[in-house]
């Protein structure tokens, strides 16, 4: 699982995939709290959050799906589904590395609750 965790993480930071996702949701996080905390001069940090779960709902599905579709692209899946690890253990490492892959740009963004204190 580690491996799969590691090679994962690594594939989406060693390309562009990773850092496009992050500095899409930040963008968005951003327009959000300009939006509707400094134009309306009130610090409710969950106008922003209520706002930002219909990006969710279009980018996790594309970076979700990317997962398996790539690896089908690259006709390693074969290679990965025979080697001796569980179905668990590559699901399992796959979800964490996408979980770490979402959580980033998230802590980032649980700055401006910050600045509008």
Avoid at 37 to 47: G, K, L
Avoid at 62 to 69: N, P, S, Y
């Amino acid at each position: 699982m580690k491996a799969v965790f590691r090679h994962e993480l690594s594939s989406y930071f060693t390309g562009l995939s990773g850092y496009v996702f992050g500095a899409f949701l930040l963008l968005f996080a951003g327009i959000y709290t300009m939006a509707y905390n400094i134009r309306a001069a009130v610090s409710n940090f969950e106008y922003v959050l209520s706002s930002m779960s219909f990006i969710f709902l279009v980018i996790v599905p594309i970076l979700t799906m990317r997962v398996f579709a790539e690896e089908k692209r690259q006709k390693t899946d074969q290679l990965l589904l025979t080697s001796p690890l569980r179905y668990l253990d590559i699901v399992l490492g796959k979800y964490l590395a996408l979980l770490t892959v979402f959580s980033l740009p998230l802590l980032a963004a649980a700055a401006c609750p910050l600045l509008l204190l």
